[in-house]
C-alpha cells in the first residue's frame, strides 16, 4: 500500500503515526506515572510532617511543665538545674558549671545572676539559651562569651560558652501586697 506513495507522504504518515502513538503512550503509561510519583512526594511529605508532630508535642508538653513549674515555685537554683540538665540533655551540651546565684538587692527588688558554663558546639548553645529565655522564662540573658580551647589530650578544639543568666523578682513585702 505505501510503496505508491511519495517519501513526502510517507513521512507525513510516519509523523501522524508517532503523535498518534505519543498521545496513547502518555495516556496509558506516562500519566498513571506522573500521577502516582506527585502521589508518593504528597504522602512523603505528609510523613515527614507526622514525624515531626511527636518532637512538637514533646516540646509543648516540655514548655507547659515549665510553665507550670515557673508559676508553683520562685526562682530556685536546684529547679534551674533540672532545667539545664533537661536542656543539655536534649541539645547534646555539657555543664561545665552552674555557680550559686548572686543576689543583690536594690530599691524594692531583688536581683539574682547566675553564671552558667556549657560545653557544645555553638548552634546548640544558642538553642539553649532561647529555651531558657523564652520557653523556661528563667530570666534574661544579659551577657554571653564563646571561648574555644584546644583540648590537650583529645587533640580536638572545644567551645566553652560562658552566659550570665539575670531574673529581678520583688522583694517579699511586695507578694504579700
Not at 17 to 44: C, D, N
Request: aromatic letters at 10%; a negative charge; glycine letters at 2%.
Amino acid at each position: 500500500m505505501l510503496e505508491t506513495y511519495s517519501y513526502s507522504t510517507k513521512l507525513k504518515w510516519l509523523l501522524g503515526g508517532s503523535i498518534i502513538f505519543t498521545f496513547a503512550a502518555y495516556q496509558l503509561a506516562f500519566a498513571k506515572t506522573i500521577h502516582l510519583y506527585s502521589k508518593q512526594q504528597e504522602l512523603t511529605q505528609q510523613l515527614a510532617q507526622s514525624q515531626t508532630v511527636e518532637q512538637d508535642i514533646a516540646n509543648l508538653q516540655r514548655t507547659f511543665q515549665a510553665q507550670q513549674s515557673a508559676q508553683q515555685k520562685d526562682f530556685d537554683e536546684e529547679w534551674i538545674f533540672e532545667v539545664f540538665t533537661m536542656l543539655c540533655r536534649d541539645n547534646d551540651m555539657v555543664i561545665m558549671g552552674l555557680e550559686r546565684a548572686e543576689r543583690y538587692l536594690h530599691e524594692q527588688h531583688e536581683v539574682i545572676t547566675n553564671k552558667v558554663v556549657l560545653e557544645g558546639n555553638f548552634a546548640n548553645a544558642l538553642r539553649v539559651m532561647d529555651a531558657v529565655e523564652h520557653e523556661f522564662r528563667l530570666g534574661m540573658v544579659v551577657a554571653a562569651q564563646f571561648d574555644k580551647r584546644r583540648n590537650r589530650e583529645t587533640k580536638q578544639n572545644e567551645l566553652v560558652t560562658i552566659f550570665y543568666l539575670r531574673n529581678i523578682q520583688p522583694l517579699d513585702n511586695e507578694k504579700s501586697n
